[in-house]
């Protein structure tokens, strides 16, 4: 399958690493870009025709935080002068009323807020923004007074799980189309606290049973999308759809990456736009086609009939547990690894405690990543 290369539908946009929260379980890398370091408009207008060249109908501007970016409109008009559906992904403390209105009219597609406690104090708390819920609460209505549909993203970690149920009903008093309940994926930050942030299996089961719940009950009403935890998993996700099969994303700078945590992998090297075009690093880059189709599985995943279901899952994950980003994904049953991740769960629990609220976190921050004292 090495050799067919299908066109990319989807791309996440990452304009800038600067964000007013600090949340310790952010996806973006360990060693954030400061703003001296992000493309320029013009740079970001270019590759947003590109990729619509290229075949992408979909981009998430995402950040950090992308309405930092006082040139945010020009990008969503540019995007939707070419046919591309786009979805803003913000945390929502920052944006006036009259933004969000400019950018509904530049084009703006669909907004994704992302709410870090269904209770005011859990927000607060895991942001380390002062009045940050209230904020995001004003920003939701705001959304939908300026007729944009909107997606409440609920990241789920071991001090809001409790919380499913309330963000169910936070995300259907907010008139959001779609919810998110997104177990916290351990790349990035959320890897550094990932001991702080680990939830038990007790407290997974009745997320679950809960969510199935609502989902029966909101039919009809209310999406509900549930992202489960790779550490309670019996086999893996597809990692973006499966590595440079239909997606990509771009850093803030213009690295093309195949997801988020790509470059945990250290022999791999990413190529920049600008350096190359969007077309030569999705068809000839070694980094994307390392990985691409099922030729360089190696057994289980080889022989297995979930092959072309979960392209081999997270292959950050094998980097990160199995030290080989070539391995079968811990979170898969047939890994011979995969008893690793259940004594991962428990050396993070043995290790917090049972005292939620003292537990400290590594916060977000563009600085020099130090461990808690």
Known sequence: ?????FPPVSMLAELTHRCPLQC???????ELLKANRE??????LRLFDEAADLGVLQVHLSGGEPTLRPDLEEMVARLASRGVYTNLITAGVLIAEGRIRALAEAGLDHVQLSIQGARPETTQRISNYRGAHEKKLETARLVRAAGLPLTINAPIHRHNI???GEFIELALSLDAERLEIANVQYSGWALLNRNALMPSREAVDRQTEIVEAARERLRGIMNIDYVTPDYFAIYPKPCMG????????VAPDGTVLPCHAAQTIPWLSFERFGDRSLR?????SPAFNAFRGTDWMQQPCRSCERREIDWGGCRCQAMAIAGDAAATD????????????AQLVEEALATAGSDSANTTFVYRRIAPVREPV
């Open 1 to 5: 399958m090495n050799a067919t290369y």
């Open 24 to 30: 310790p379980y952010c996806s973006n890398p360990l």
């Open 39 to 44: 493309h320029d408009t013009q740079t970001w």
């Open 162 to 164: 409790d919380q499913v």
């Open 242 to 249: 499966g590595w440079a099969r239909d997606a990509f994303m």
């Open 280 to 284: 030569e690093i999705w068809n000839d």
């Open 330 to 341: 811990p979170a898969c049953v047939k890994s011979p690894l995969h008893a690793r991740m």
